[in-house]
């Protein structure tokens, strides 16, 4: 790709995009490392089972031109019931800093768009931890607008 091309904001980068498979479970590994969920092998092997044995959950990987995986979506379809209708919601999206700048993170989420009209969506949504300023930038720069103020309660075991 020529190097103008690179940071062009409506430059989509050739990147391979497919459903993740056990056979991936290091590079998710890896990249929920990055995102700051530290996994490990086995532990992101069972993860992308769940999803795997789950037709409303979607885990897509991203491989560039090197052949590298440089990025992951994961998508939950739910039923929301003020709305009547089907919600996707991204629960995890990362890029490796590697491939950062480049599109990768706008192909994935055009990706999740497109899965989610084909689901029925009526919207989809996402949240991120209000430190990470910059992925606020990308997602507003991708048409994505402040939502409601999200509360967390973290349930010990009973």
């Known amino acids: 790709m020529p190097a103008s091309d690179r940071h062009d904001p409506f430059h989509l980068p050739d990147a391979d995009l497919r459903l993740a498979s056990v056979m991936d479970a290091e590079d998710v590994a890896s990249l929920l490392t990055t995102l700051g969920y530290p996994c490990d092998h086995q532990d992101a092997a069972n993860r992308i089972l769940t999803i795997i044995e789950n037709d409303r959950q979607a885990l897509i990987l991203a491989r560039g031109n090197d052949g590298a995986v440089s990025g992951l979506i994961a998508l939950d379809f739910m039923y929301y019931l003020p709305l009547d209708t089907t919600?996707?919601?991204?629960t995890a999206l990362v890029v490796?800093?590697?491939?950062q700048g480049?599109?990768?993170g706008r192909q994935l989420?055009?990706?999740?768009e497109r899965?989610?009209?084909a689901a029925g969506a009526?919207?989809?949504?996402?949240?991120?931890?209000?430190?990470r300023t910059d992925a606020h930038r990308f997602y507003r720069d991708n048409n994505y607008s402040n939502g409601t103020v999200r509360f967390v309660?973290?349930?010990g075991a009973a």
């Open 122 to 131: 009526a919207r989809i949504e996402l949240t991120s931890g209000s430190q």
């Open 87 to 90: 919600t996707c919601r991204i």
């Open 153 to 155: 309660k973290y349930l």
């Open 109 to 112: 989420l055009r990706e999740a």
């Open 115 to 117: 899965r989610a009209r």
């Open 96 to 99: 490796t800093p590697e491939a």
């Open 102 to 104: 480049r599109g990768i």
